[in-house]
Nanobody
């Protein structure tokens, strides 16, 4: 089993910045992808960003140029630096990881989410 622990959410004014962290622990053989989703009130969950083991990243259109995803493979941790935040970025942010277990079976795990609120 793999556990994901998110941190860094909070309240910030429009134009401000936050940095989210997510640490994976447990029975991990190999992590090949980590990323972030978000879900705003009354909205569908949407993909924010992903990053591969080798560092290749992908961003949703709504956050390109403002958010940066990174990872520390030694710590099994992924980060999301969020700059120029807008009220529409307000959501619960969920960390996710795609792994291979010791039997080379693909597994997907989700964190519990951390609240980000952008408001004046």
């Amino acid at each position: 089993q793999v556990q994901l622990v998110e941190s860094g959410g909070g309240l910030v004014q429009p134009g401000g910045s936050l940095r989210l962290s997510c640490a994976a622990s447990g029975s991990i053989f190999s992590i090949y992808l980590m990323g972030w989703y978000r879900q705003a009130p009354g909205k569908q969950r949407e993909l924010v960003a992903t990053i591969s083991r080798g560092g290749s990243s992908y961003y949703g259109d709504s956050v390109k140029g403002r958010f940066t995803i990174s990872r520390d493979n030694a710590k099994n941790t992924v980060y999301l630096q969020m700059n120029s935040l807008k009220p529409e970025d307000t959501a619960v942010y969920y960390c996710t990881t795609d792994t291979l277990n010791s039997a080379a079976k693909p597994m997907t795990y989700w964190g519990q989410g951390t609240q980000v609120t952008v408001s004046s």
